[in-house]
């Protein structure tokens, strides 16, 4: 007999392998089809025929199923207990804890002391251990010691406080293995400075004087003070060389201890050059079939060559991308397919920018228009408001336009809108640079995308029509010529010529009367004999005019009233 198959009716199961052949659709959904249909091939069918299915976010942090699984999935935060500045996370018996485990640790220091340095320090309990311990090492204490030491009373070990709990165990572990050197900064007491330390020891670096404590020694006992690593790692991780190495004028280069590195290293420093050790050793490695996600240095080795997908497992970024373009998963589609798509999108959007360049939108109703001919001066035909076609804002009238751009006065409106323009050449302005910016926008965000793959048509402004064979052609005026002024007329000058005219013609008319009334008084010539007949001298004629004799007015009647007649 054969051994009996496995059941496959169990939801895990069925919804492990519709994961497997879909791996972006929502879980919550995959199991709502898989309750429905019953069957995996139902499910995966479903999914085939609504490519709009809910998705996950494929790129980013993924969204754990209940709080359980998230504190076991998600590394917990690594905080820096030595810092003042963060936050303060413990509960209502954080502070008495702190103090009465402090006056445990210090027992010689007195109490008022010891508050003081708990309250410089934000009543954080690391910070203030530290300090503490610095300053009982100095050659001069900033306090009177107590002759007899401190006893605890056992009051503490009646509450608790977890943060305080977690806090302490850090502080014990690190003081064990060496990674914290308690230094005095920032104390309103006395501090360590390079000037105050008489038997120092001098760094090979910056060869200034400092407690031995501070100092960081390579394998061959060459020291150097914490300021100068820190400054020297942060160099080299920068160009992702974890190579830190001795640099001794005698040529020393052996690597400095990975314990000597996290006494200065803080915790972003140590995690960068942990994660840059490891790049650099798993790439010297050379390892066969090793694959880089592409949008996090997760690293696996892929042994199946057929296989089209890189599923990254790492936690803050679970990316599934394509293996062959290293985008990000667009099956059943081809990378050719996807990549036709792409340039297509960027055409669209770069068209769409076009046309919204070209478009006018009413400020007040958002009706869109736009203008064929006429001034700048807009009446939106949905609501009647007036509207600027140049800026777009909302105008009252004419008072927003320069409506003589080229008049003498026009520097002072110069920042005034045109009322009058070429519509077409605005128009192709306007379009070409939003096509140019759009053009930038896209290849920002998609570097690898070639400027002549999204290439569009640009319009361009039509010429003037030339005159029709046979006619003059009309001279229109340009608006970007200066228009002629008359200069200011002198009044005096013009009023004095107008009266010299007026005399002069006076005087010609008195010299034309006078000549002609002296013509009156030449003799006719004596006429010549007609048909043989002797002629008879006629004496000259003279002109009698009458006197002028002013006529009377006329009489003026009185009226005779007319006798009203009596009816009978």
């Known amino acids: ?97 702190a103090l009465e485990q402090l006056q445990v640790d210090f027992p010689l220091t007195p109490k008022p002391y010891i508050r003081s340095v708990l309250l410089l320090k934000k009543g954080l309990y690391v910070p203030a251990h530290l300090q503490l311990l610095a300053d009982s090492k100095l050659p001069i204490l900033p306090y009177k010691r107590k002759v007899i030491a401190y006893r605890s009373k056992g009051k503490a070990a009646l509450v608790e406080d977890p943060e305080f709990t977690t806090e302490r165990e850090w502080l014990v572990l690190k003081l064990q293995e060496g990674a914290l050197v308690p230094i005095a900064t920032g104390s309103s007491q006395q501090s360590i400075t390079p000037s105050d330390v008489e038997d120092g020891i001098e760094c090979g670096c910056c060869f200034t004087s400092y407690p031995f404590e501070k100092m960081i020694q390579c394998p061959d006992a060459h020291l150097f003070c914490s300021e100068c690593m820190v400054s020297y790692a942060e160099n080299l991780l920068g160009s992702h060389n974890p190579n830190i190495v001795c640099m001794d004028q005698s040529g020393c280069k052996l690597a400095f201890p990975d314990s000597e590195l996290r006494r200065f290293l803080d915790d972003k420093l140590l995690e960068l050059y942990e994660r840059v050790k490891q790049r650099k050793e798993i790439e010297m490695a050379g390892l066969e079939g090793l694959e880089e996600c592409p949008f996090c240095e997760y690293k696996v080795v892929i042994e199946n060559l057929e296989e089209k997908l890189f599923r990254c497992e790492r936690e803050e970024c679970g990316a599934v991308s394509c293996r062959a373009c290293k985008k990000l998963d667009h099956l059943p589609k081809s990378c050719k397919e996807m990549e036709a798509e792409k340039l297509l999108d960027g055409r669209h959007a770069i068209e769409e920018a076009m046309t919204q360049a070209l478009l006018r939108n009413c400020p007040k109703c958002e009706k869109a228009f736009i203008k064929e001919a006429g001034c700048n001066k807009m009446t939106c035909p949905n609501c009647r408001t007036l509207s ?21 006065q026009a520097s002072a409106n110069s920042n005034k809108c045109l009322l009058w323009d070429q519509v077409e050449q605005r128009h192709a302005d306007e379009v070409k640079a939003a096509a140019e910016r759009a053009t930038e926008a896209y290849r920002r965000e998609n570097p690898d995308v070639a400027q002549e793959d999204i290439k569009v048509d640009l319009p361009v402004a039509p010429k003037a029509p030339a005159p029709l064979p046979g006619m003059q052609a009309l001279m229109v005026p340009r608006l970007d010529l200066p228009i002629p002024v008359r200069p200011p007329l002198d009044v005096g000058a013009l009023a004095a010529e107008i009266i010299n005219e007026h005399r002069m013609g006076a005087a010609q008319r008195d010299h034309m009367i006078r000549q002609w009334v002296g013509q009156q008084h030449v003799p006719a010539p004596i006429p010549q004999p007609i048909l043989g007949l002797p002629a008879v001298a006629v004496p000259p004629q003279r002109l009698h005019v009458l006197p002028h004799i002013p006529r009377a007015p006329p009489v003026q009647q009185a009226a005779i009233p007319r006798a009203r007649r009596r009816r009978r």
């Open 1 to 97: 007999m054969e051994p009996p198959k496995p059941d496959l009716d169990i939801p895990q199961d069925q919804l492990r392998q519709v994961l497997e052949v879909v791996p972006d659709v929502q879980p919550e959904y995959a199991q709502e089809l898989l309750t429905e249909s019953k069957t995996v091939e139902a499910t995966l069918n479903a999914l085939f025929e609504n490519p709009a299915y809910p998705k996950v976010d494929r790129k980013g942090k993924r969204k754990a199923e209940d709080p359980m699984d998230q504190e076991r999935g998600q590394p917990k935060p690594k905080i820096d207990y030595t810092t003042t500045e963060r936050p303060t996370l413990g509960g209502p018996y954080y502070y008495d804890l």
């Open 388 to 408: 600027c076609y140049v800026c777009r804002k909302v105008i009252t009238g004419y008072d927003h336009f320069n409506q003589n751009p080229n008049a003498p």
